[in-house]
């Protein structure tokens, strides 16, 4: 069984950051691949960020990219994403999720690719 638990969320000015981050525990963590994604109340969740196993390869939202960076240390089990100029649009309950098998579905951008996630941290940008 994984277990991922993310920290970090909380109110921000647009034009602010705010780094969240995700510790996993149980299975192999250096095999997953490792995504973001966001959810806010009456929409549907999209797809932040993503890792591959190595952590040589990402993928970005349009709406994040430049602005957004996912990290991960295989070493603590966790990754992270930092961002930067945000933007009130951005106020959602952010996810963690993990692939089991990183090699097989590479740095996928698909919720459904997703097979543990966590609970969720909330950020809210004021504008």
């Known amino acids: 069984q994984v277990q991922l638990v993310e920290s970090g969320g909380g109110l921000v000015q647009a034009g602010g950051s705010l780094r969240l981050s995700c510790a996993a525990s149980?299975?192999?963590?250096?095999?997953?691949?490792m995504g973001w994604f966001r959810q806010a109340p009456g929409k549907e969740r999209e797809f932040v960020g993503a890792?591959?196993?190595?952590?040589?390869?990402?993928a970005y939202g349009d709406s994040v990219k430049g602005r957004f960076t996912i990290s991960r240390d295989n070493a603590k089990n966790t990754v992270a994403l930092k961002m930067n100029s945000l933007k009130p649009e951005g106020t959602a309950v952010y996810l963690c999720?993990?692939?089991?098998?990183?090699?097989?579905?590479?740095?996928?951008?698909?919720?459904?690719?997703?097979?543990?996630w966590g609970q969720g941290t909330q950020v809210t940008v004021s504008s």
């Open positions: 890792i591959g196993w190595r952590g040589g390869s990402t």
């Open positions: 999720a993990a692939a089991l098998d990183g090699v097989r579905v590479g740095v996928t951008t698909r919720a459904v690719g997703y097979d543990y």
């Open positions: 149980g299975g192999t963590f250096s095999r997953y691949t």
